[in-house]
């Protein structure tokens, strides 16, 4: 498990596509799962961990639609 001392989506993201299941957590903010290149968002969590989960979600659909579209080139 990862502990990022800031919060930063782009590398959290990178670390979330290239290891694909796992956990991490983000000091002050808590232990985050993932799976299949996603965080997952559970019903307990609060607003504010919830909208962590989905920049970081939208991070990696981006790199991943990035290196899709960079394969066919």
């Known amino acids: 498990m990862r502990v990022f001392k800031n919060y930063a989506p782009k590398q959290i993201a990178k670390y979330v596509v290239a290891f694909f299941k796992g956990q991490f957590s983000i000091e002050g903010q808590g232990v985050f799962?993932?799976?299949a290149?996603?965080?997952?968002?559970?019903?307990k969590m609060d607003e504010a961990s919830k909208k962590i989960c989905k920049e970081i979600n939208e991070e990696a659909t981006a790199m991943s639609t990035k290196l899709e579209v960079e394969q066919y080139h």
């Not at 290149?37 to 019903?43: L, N």
Request: aromatic content about 10%; cysteine-free; proline content about 0%.
């Open 37 to 43: 290149g996603r965080v997952v968002v559970k019903v």
């Open 33 to 35: 799962e993932f799976d």
